[in-house]
């Protein structure tokens, strides 16, 4: 059974930094593209950042594009989120997900779509103090 677990998350104060990882079991999930999303309390869950298979190209939510970096490590099956910078209004539950229904020719605006990810991880709640 395809499995994700995410650790990492934790409380920080604003300006600080975290690192988050997602590791994978139970599948070749190399052939996956691979994501986070997050879902603060009260809203809805939103796309952060993605990398795709072969970890060639990666795409990134405008509320953190400079701040976050995602990378994967295929051998390892993990997936990790470098927060820097961070402030109040990243608290939120990060997921990790998976996606066999992105490839390498989706195009980038479909990597925003929460609705293209069908394995979930169970969120690592970051919080940020000001």
Do not use: M
């Not at 400079?66 to 990790?80: C, E, L, P, W």
Request: hydrophobic share 30%.
């Amino acid at each position: 059974q395809a499995q994700l677990v995410e650790s990492g998350g934790g409380l920080v104060k604003a300006g600080g930094s975290l690192r988050l990882s997602c590791a994978a079991s139970g599948r070749t999930f190399s052939r996956y593209a691979r994501g986070w999303l997050r879902q603060a309390p009260g809203k809805e869950r939103d796309f952060v950042a993605t990398i795709t298979q072969n970890g060639g190209s990666t795409y990134y939510a405008d509320a953190v594009k400079g701040r976050f970096t995602i990378s994967r490590d295929n051998a390892k099956k993990t997936v990790y989120l470098q927060t820097n910078s961070l402030h109040p209004a990243d608290t939120a539950f990060h997921y990790c997900a998976a996606s066999s229904l992105l490839s390498l020719y989706s195009p980038g605006s479909s990597y925003h779509s929460k609705d293209k990810y069908h394995i979930w991880g169970q969120g690592s709640l970051v919080t940020v103090s000001s």
